[in-house]
């Protein structure tokens, strides 16, 4: 498959993810951000562990050099600082807004590839990844209920920006599921040393069934990373794949739509979901 394909399908497993996380977070009362930082990492590492050790055992310690290490551990300071504010940031009434900030993450990937991985710098390009920012824009033009989690959104796609880029470097030389089993493990080493008695006091007081829905989530974000990371190793521009995870919110206001019967301001859901939709086709179009 292409790597538009292989992106196409990480934002379908991302637009899930997020739902899960979101009921998870507005019906938890005891797992803090950090918390669920922790178990996202951790559960996705444990996921992958049985897959890498069956068909890349020779791979297991590829990344103990003295060129990789450095980048992983790198990526797993800055990621566990955005997985932190990211679930801070959907602590609020309104995600959507906390996606535009986290959306932040396109312009950052976006300059960055190109200033170290000298990508693409054509008009098509940019168009295609304005008209993603700009649908999003348009989504919640209207609505200027800010809360404070909502600059967590705004944090956690600075350091995600910056995540992407390095990933991308990364696995142009490692398997993308050994990748992924270190990179989150360590990550939820270094969530868990944080503050380990916040971690096992909110894990102790969580009811059995809220963590059926965290696998289920987490899940979905293990296929969205793999994805990801393998739509890098087919040839995608850390800016253009970006740009189409972002578009995951309008899947979510697909299902808010149909499934929830949130039909509010439908017009101007329409308008942007056309505008993002463009935008992707844009990018797939003119690889």
């Known amino acids: 498959m292409s790597w538009f394909a292989f992106s196409l399908f990480s ?9 899960s996380l979101q009921k998870i977070l507005n019906t938890s009362k005891a797992l803090t951000p950090r918390t669920i930082a ?10 992958i562990l049985p897959f890498v050790l069956i068909f890349f055992k020779a791979e297991f310690l590829s990344i103990f050099t003295a060129e990789t290490f450095p980048r992983i551990v790198a ?18 009434k309104n995600i959507s807004i906390s996606s535009i900030f986290g ?6 990937s976006t300059c960055l590839g190109i200033y170290f991985y000298s990508e693409g710098t054509s008009l098509v390009k940019f168009a295609g990844i304005i008209a993603i920012l700009l649908s999003i824009v348009i989504l919640n033009i209207k609505n200027v209920s800010l809360e404070k ?14 995540c992407f880029v390095i990933d991308k470097g990364t696995v142009a030389t490692i398997t993308p599921a050994v990748y992924v089993f ?10 868990f040393m944080s503050n380990p008695k916040e971690v096992v006091v909110s894990i102790r007081n969580e ?27 087919a040839g995608g521009e850390v800016g253009k794949v970006d740009a189409i995870n972002s578009s995951q919110i309008f899947l979510i206001i697909l299902f808010e739509y149909f499934i929830l019967k949130h039909k509010g301001s439908i017009g101007r859901k329409l308008l942007a979901a056309t505008i993002a939709f463009a935008g992707v086709l844009i990018i797939g179009v003119y690889q």
Not at 150 to 158: I, K, T
Request: some cysteine.
């Open 11 to 19: 934002v379908i497993s991302l637009a899930i993810a997020e739902l």
């Open 38 to 47: 922790f178990l996202g990492y951790f559960l996705q590492s444990l996921c």
């Open 75 to 92: 990526v797993c300071i800055f990621s566990s600082i955005a997985t932190i504010f990211y679930a801070k940031g959907f602590q609020v």
């Open 103 to 108: 959306s932040f993450s396109i312009v950052v």
């Open 149 to 162: 989690n909502h600059f967590y959104g705004l944090a956690a796609g600075f350091f995600y920006g910056i």
């Open 182 to 191: 270190w990179l989150f493990l360590l990550s939820a080493f270094l969530c």
């Open 207 to 233: 009811s059995f069934p809220t963590f059926k829905i965290i696998i289920l989530t987490n899940i979905c974000f293990l296929l969205y990373n793999l994805l990801t990371y393998t739509a890098y190793t």
